[in-house]
């Protein structure tokens, strides 16, 4: 039940600019869509590295099992690389080294797998917490301008960014209107502000800024998002229009 996020991001179509900004709001937390991105990418045979800093790998392949699909399997093979740069930071800093430039570790872990595959994608898991390691934001939009050519410009390959926003007047607001300039797609995840409900899971809202770029919406200035509610499954994710639930 993975479709719905797939169709959503638009990662199906052929464009030139695959880059999708995933913002979550009030500390919501969107690990599901990349547990979809994974089962797209799995069934397509298209190689991942998941650069993260929040979620452990044992809570993707948990996930993943739900789904149907057996992460750690992928990952013994090669076609998933989950590089836990959290922990590689704090091992650096442990050992009296200084914080090791980001984008010379993912760039090394990319080209190895471009030996193999003739599409690798990369998937930032958690983009705030980069903060908490304590990089500047300098450093971090430096990352991201050097990332994202570096892999969109390959075979059709993907990134995908989630980057949890605090509050207006914090540096994950900042980096994340940072992000949204250089997105195709933008996906903002909210809790419900009524609280738990049985029935719904969140508000996810679609943007698309990357289609004023495109001939055919060059004259397309208004591109109001999408908006729907969203419902978690243990086997994936339902998408339904405000009002039908």
Sequence with gaps: MSSDIITLL????????????????????????????LNYCIKNKTAVVVVSTHNSLQHY????????????RYVDTG??????????????LLNDNKL???????????????????????IVDGASHFFDLDYTLKEVNMFFKELIPFVTSYNNSFVVCHCNEANEDDVTCVMSNLLM??????LEVESLTSGWSADVSGHLSA??????????????????????LFKLFDRGVKLF?????
């Design 10 to 37: 638009k990662l199906d179509k052929s464009m030139s600019n695959k880059v999708v900004v995933v913002k979550e709001i009030n500390k919501c937390d969107s690990s599901f869509i990349t547990s979809c991105l």
């Design 61 to 72: 392949q948990n996930v993943g099992l739900k789904m149907n699909y057996n992460l750690q």
């Design 79 to 92: 076609l998933i690389n989950y590089f836990n740069i959290g922990e590689y930071c704090i091992n650096s």
């Design 100 to 122: 090791p430039e980001l984008f010379v570790k993912v760039k090394e872990k990319v080209l190895l797998m471009r030996q193999k595959y003739e599409t690798v994608n990369v």
């Design 181 to 186: 300039h250089k997105a195709y797609t933008v």
């Design 207 to 228: 943007m698309y800024p990357g289609l004023k770029y495109d001939n055919e919406h060059l004259y397309v200035m208004d591109l109001k998002p999408s908006r729907y």
């Design 241 to 245: 229009a405000p009002g039908t639930v």
